[in-house]
């Protein structure tokens, strides 16, 4: 029987899918009961990857090479690079954009697809390895609610991992059977976690490198030449596949645009106290509250069911999984180590020999490594047990376990915001058939950066070029024009706006922190010729921008 994930589906896989998509409803309660009305836009990444994949829904299936030019830091050009690609769920949304829907529920439904499809990965490749369905299900739970995705809602590539569990499944594949179909897939799984998140793909790189590594026996020397053969050229094939779909990434890293220090990855790095931390309410109230934000802002933390299981999968006799035990805790190894940052040297090491690493900032989201390591020996070790117990027995075992590791992860309810939609302003910026830009003051900079997000995601009713924007980072000059068009009506402001083609002034009086010169902005506005007032809803004042010679 062809036990790999693009055979036929069966009963068991689809109940399976049906399982974890009821389990994503239950964890991330109440979003489901509100798709459209519900969101966690309190936070700015949130509002970032919203837009992220409605652009690329919107752009991809028109104009595919213009899908990393995107609409915000006006003029600035390929600023999708500037952030996580986000191009699989981009491409997952199109049927959602060509049926009207819009940004905020499209982003709450990949969510739930995100869980789902990761926990039905580990689920395949758990259930491959055992042949145990139960082991399976606790694998699959493990991995896709942990106390690590579970805080990770506002980054919905954190969300989908499913790329890691295949890789890993493929890279098996290739060792015990080694069949060119299985280092076809296995690169491309890494182009797809490529196409996801930065991110994703170091992770699953180094993961598959680690694992490789503890098999050494099955590829090196001459019996084990045709494995080596397929993984040299899968990996070729995917590095440059990648590179290719990617290149306006390669561009921005050559221009020495996304190079973090060292410094910067010792802020976001985790400790050992962040295996330690979870949110997760049955242990946050207990004794997680004194890990969690006094000594780490990280949650790792795999659960006490997940580690008792793993225990147990490596005390195991079981001869068939000692390979494959050793590949987990291989992965395992790489990811708590380079979770550390630079409290090894060995992060450094990797930092300069690595491209893509420069780019990383958090090196804490390692730790992904080693909750996937937990998983699978955690699902290994339950496959044990219940080998052990007569049938019923065995069963009973498999609901328990999987209803303890629920139980352990349990964040519901969440805390989310309500959403009512974009201002209707935007829609008269939409209807206006002029491709000139908008501009939304106040325009933040420096701390207050993050706070242009609500701009950003309101692009997604006009998709007018915005001088404002929210990324990763952001393009040289950035700071000193949000300085001087914040200046408005100044001359020398003025003169901007018309260098840059901005069609429409947008300016939010309750974003001020000055109320007063908020109200002055406007009575200047209002005065000068070169701003027409258009429109106006609650706090929010439209200015259409006059040419100089009045055309406008």
């Known amino acids: 029987m062809n036990t790999h994930w693009v055979g036929r589906l069966t009963r068991p896989g689809l109940m399976a899918a049906g399982f974890f998509l009821l389990l994503a409803i239950v964890h991330t309660w109440p979003l489901a009961s509100d798709l459209g009305g519900l969101s966690r836009n309190d936070n700015a990444d949130t509002m970032l990857n919203t837009w992220i994949v409605a652009w690329v829904s919107r752009t991809l299936p028109v104009d595919p090479l213009g899908v990393f030019d995107a609409n915000i830091f006006h003029p600035h050009p390929d600023t999708l690079t500037y952030s996580e690609p986000l191009i699989v769920p981009g491409v997952m949304a199109i049927p959602f954009a060509r049926l009207g829907v819009s940004a905020v529920p499209t982003y709450n439904v990949l969510l739930l697809i995100g869980y789902t499809l990761t926990a039905l990965a580990m689920y395949a490749l758990v259930k491959a390895w055992t042949g145990d369905p139960w082991a399976g299900l606790l694998a699959g739970a493990l991995m896709a609610f942990n106390a690590h995705s ?28 080694q069949r060119t179909r299985d280092a076809l897939w296995l690169g491309l799984w890494i182009v797809l976690a490529a196409l996801t998140s930065g991110y994703l793909a170091v992770f699953v790189g180094f993961a598959a490198a680690a694992g490789a590594a503890a098999r050494i026996p099955e590829w090196w020397g001459r019996r084990g030449r045709p494995a080596l053969i397929r993984l040299a050229a899968a990996a070729s094939a995917a590095f440059l596949l990648a590179t290719v779909l990617l290149w306006p990434y390669r561009q921005i890293r050559v221009e020495g645009g996304v190079r973090r220090s060292l410094d910067s990855v010792a802020v976001y790095s985790a400790s050992l106290w962040s295996y330690l931390s979870t949110t997760a309410w049955p242990h946050f109230d207990v004794w997680s509250h004194r890990v969690y934000g006094e000594f780490t802002q990280e949650a790792l933390f795999p659960g006490v069911l997940a580690l008792g299981l793993t225990v147990a999968a490596l005390a195991s006799g079981n001869p068939s999984w000692a390979a494959r035990r050793r590949m987990c805790l291989a992965i395992a190894a790489v990811g708590f180590v380079l979770s550390l940052g630079t409290s090894t040297p060995i ?3 990797a930092y300069q020999l690595i491209p893509p690493m420069q780019g990383m900032r958090a090196a804490a989201r390692f730790g992904i490594l080693v909750l996937f390591a937990v998983a699978a020996l955690a699902g290994m070790g339950l496959a044990d047990l ?4 007569p049938a019923r027995a065995g ?16 964040h519901a309810p969440l805390r989310l915001e309500p959403y009512n939609g ?24 420096g701390t207050t950066f993050h706070r242009n997000a609500h701009y950003v995601l309101a692009t997604t009713a006009h998709w007018k070029p915005l001088v404002n924007g929210y990324s990763g980072r952001r393009p040289d000059g950035f700071d000193a024009d949000a300085a001087l068009l914040n ?5 020398a402001a003025i003169v901007r706006l018309g260098e840059l083609g901005v069609r429409y002034v947008l300016v939010h009086l309750d974003l001020y922190r000055n109320q007063l010169r908020g109200r002055e902005l406007v009575r200047r506005l209002d005065r000068h010729g070169r701003f027409v007032p258009v429109g106006r809803e609650g706090t929010m004042r439209l200015y259409r921008v006059r040419d100089p010679a009045g055309r406008r």
């Open 150 to 177: 579970m805080t990770r809602l506002p980054h919905l590539q954190a969300v989908h991992v499913q790329w890691l569990p295949l890789a890993i499944w493929s890279l098996d594949r290739v060792l015990t059977g």
């Open 347 to 349: 992060y450094g090491w």
């Open 386 to 389: 219940r080998r052990r117990l």
């Open 395 to 410: 069963l009973v075992a498999g609901v328990v376990a999987l209803a303890l590791v629920t139980g352990e992860a349990l």
């Open 422 to 445: 974009l201002p209707e302003i935007y829609v008269q910026i939409a209807e206006d058939p002029d491709p000139g830009a908008v501009l939304e003051l106040p325009i933040f900079r």
């Open 487 to 491: 200046r408005l009506p100044a001359r």
